[in-house]
């Protein structure tokens, strides 16, 4: 296997601790993040004025010469398949994709194949210059298998490293479109007196719980108020639909982005996902409320009606602004075009 020889210097007032002082002055050509400058100085792979330096929290002094013996990027064992995508943006650092719904982001025991990551291994081919040392997309979010919508994945590891930070920080823009059973409003007695659950001006639910894995059903997240993850969700009402409103068309962002939170969060507010198969997206409609015809369409949505609509980052490398937004796919979009014909 190939390798290569980064060298440099401590530049003035080092951090006291090794890995900050090289995740500090590590050029940025060199493409390493945090994280990979972490398994190398645990690999043996950082010299200090010749001496190899295995500890993360040795201290060092300026002017120190530093030497990173760095492997070449291994192939991936993920195969690549040749399935296609809608590209939305791509360049040398990272890749804009608008996922399609009944896709999975990455390999899992369940799901081996036929992912998005097999997808872009086939796309971009030898474009990829290794993230944390093996040749393959960096994944730094994802959407479930049934939501569509955007995603944006890392090519280099210098820009896997600064989207997670912006993720991990909230910085990420991220919209989405629901159609959800209901209508929330400020004005409704029993949505006021839903736990975690409050409204902001402009009639802007705001929904601040914690999240875990449910104890009984692996599959599902539960909505708890100790222990757990912090989430919070905001939603606001774009359309309303039936006689009387039945169903909403939603915006939803996120302030933090946890496993399912928008279709938990909703879920926790009385207002499920049309089609949502996990969480009870398949509820009763009053029968004067809509057409039958309708009615049933509604009913017999596939999955849950969830789309990731506006997705806004900095550039990681180049620091310029991006936002993308994707139209709703065909299925959402058809079912609201007959919900929009009941008067």
């Excluded at 792979?45 to 929290?57: F, L, N, Q, S, Y």
């Excluded at 999975?104 to 998005?116: D, F, I, K, Q, Y």
């Excluded at 007196?193 to 705001?206: D, M, Y």
């Excluded at 049309?274 to 409320?289: E, S």
């Amino acid at each position: 296997m190939s390798q290569r020889l980064i060298e440099f210097r401590f530049a003035d007032n080092p951090p006291p601790r090794l890995d900050k002082a090289l995740a500090r002055d590590v050029p940025e050509a060199a493409s390493l993040s945090r994280t990979r400058l972490g398994r190398l100085i645990a690999e043996g792979a950082v010299r200090i004025d010749g001496v190899v330096v295995v500890d993360p929290r040795a201290k060092v002094f300026e002017d120190q010469v530093v030497e990173i013996t760095v492997e070449e990027a291994e192939e991936s064992h993920i195969l690549p398949e040749a399935i296609p995508l809608e590209i939305v943006f791509e360049d040398d650092d990272l890749v804009v994709v608008n996922k399609p719904s009944g896709m999975v982001v990455h390999p899992a025991p369940g799901s081996p194949s036929g992912t998005l990551v097999n997808a872009l291994m086939a796309h971009c081919g030898d474009n990829l210059s290794g993230v944390g040392g093996v040749k393959r997309p960096g994944i730094v979010h994802r959407i479930d298998k049934e939501t569509s919508g955007l995603l944006v994945v890392a090519k280099s590891d210098a820009a896997h490293h600064g989207l997670a930070s912006q993720f991990e920080k909230h910085t990420v823009e991220r919209y989405y479109q629901a159609i959800v059973y209901g209508v929330p409003d400020a004005n409704d007695p029993r949505l006021r007196g839903v736990k975690g659950a409050s409204f902001e001006p402009g009639n802007i639910l705001k929904l601040t719980t914690q999240l875990a894995r449910h104890k009984t059903d692996r599959q599902r997240q539960a909505v708890l108020f100790h222990g757990g993850r912090h989430a919070v969700t905001r939603a606001r009402t774009v359309e309303r639909f039936g006689t009387p409103p039945v169903l909403a068309l939603m915006e939803c962002w996120l302030e933090t982005g946890r496993t399912h939170q928008i279709r938990v969060h909703l879920t926790h507010a009385g207002h499920s996902l049309v089609g949502d198969p996990t969480y009870g997206g398949k509820r009763k409609l009053p029968k004067a409320a809509l057409p039958e015809s309708v009615a049933d369409a509604v009913r017999a949505f596939p999955r849950q009606a969830l789309h990731a609509a506006v997705l806004g980052f900095d550039h990681p490398v180049t620091g310029a602004q991006m936002r993308f937004e994707a139209p709703l796919p065909r299925d959402m979009a058809d079912l609201l075009d007959a919900v929009r014909l009941v008067v």
